[in-house]
């Protein structure tokens, strides 16, 4: 293995985002918006659950506001489904690049802060992207590589979904093999994604710890001299939120598949999600 890289601990990276979660009291100075506005872009006449089941699920994680910002024949039926959504008809009807007169599109490549969630098929198109060469046919074999992928994308952290979700920045890496349902329903990529939505504005706003917590924070693989302020890179803080995010969908898909058998839907996850947060995060 390349010395400059790094297997991370699921247990100490669980621990570590611990430390990110916002506290909340009785009585306390808490205000509306302080703990997560997660906005979520997408919807279209065709596609209205999409976008509700990764907003609804960032709100069941803990997001104070939860904006969808979609088309105008998306937003009343996404509104009809939850009151406690701010819908916004802010997109085009008409794909902006309905027939573009170039012959590719670059993106610049300095997203440190965005997090990708590709299945399989996806992380195939992004290998494609980035020159990243694929052995054998489609499968979870391509996870593999997804280290190697995200190393030449050069930018955002990516989380690759499938029977072991695999989180890494290029350089550390992170396995998610909490047991999951048997089950693969539409919905559960984007319950996935309004979770991560959530932890991830947490992970990034929460300035520093308490000294006594930074000791805690210094052991462990990749960690060794650094605490949880401003010295916790980007990328490691979405890593651990996007682990959290993983463990928590794979629990609660789990819950909901004991429930609801092979009737198991994206609805049945999001009630298990606030129960299932609290118990491996231990938040009040």
């Known amino acids: 293995m ?22 909340l009291s009785y009585g306390g100075s808490n205000y509306k918006g302080q703990h997560g506005k997660v906005g979520i872009v997408g919807g279209c006449r065709e596609y209205t ?26 937003s009343s039926v996404i509104k009809s489904y939850s009151p406690e959504l701010i819908v916004l008809p802010l997109l085009p009807e008409t794909p902006l690049f309905q027939n573009p007169t170039v012959d590719q599109l670059a993106v610049d490549l300095g997203y440190s802060r965005c997090l990708l969630t590709p ?15 694929l052995e054998g046919t489609m499968g979870s074999d391509w996870q593999k590589n997804t280290q190697d992928i995200a190393e030449a994308w050069g930018g955002p952290v990516v989380l690759s979904k ?14 998610c093999k909490a047991i999951a349902s048997p089950k693969r329903c539409g919905g559960q990529g984007d319950v996935l994604a309004g979770l991560a939505g959530t932890y991830i504005s947490w992970a990034m706003k929460k300035p520093a710890v308490e000294t006594e917590s930074r000791e805690k924070c210094t052991r462990g693989d990749g960690f060794e001299g650094q605490d949880m302020d401003n010295t916790t890179t980007c990328s490691q803080r979405i890593m651990m939120a996007s682990l959290a995010a993983c463990n928590i969908m794979r629990t609660s898909s789990k819950k909901a598949y004991q429930s609801a058998d092979r009737g198991m839907g994206a609805a049945d996850i999001l009630p298990q999600i606030t129960a299932t947060a609290k118990e491996l995060l231990q938040a009040n």
């Open 49 to 74: 659950g999409a976008p509700f089941f990764a907003a609804a699920s960032a709100a069941k994680a803990g997001a104070d506001l939860c904006y969808v910002f979609c088309t105008e024949s998306a």
């Open 162 to 175: 499938g029977p072991v979700d695999i989180i890494t920045d290029g350089k550390s890496l992170l396995e």
């Open 119 to 133: 299945n399989i098929s996806e992380l195939g198109r992004i290998a494609k992207a980035v020159s990243v060469p």
């Open 2 to 23: 390349d010395c400059s890289r790094r297997m991370l601990t699921e247990e100490m990276m669980i621990d570590s985002f611990k430390l990110l979660v916002p506290s």
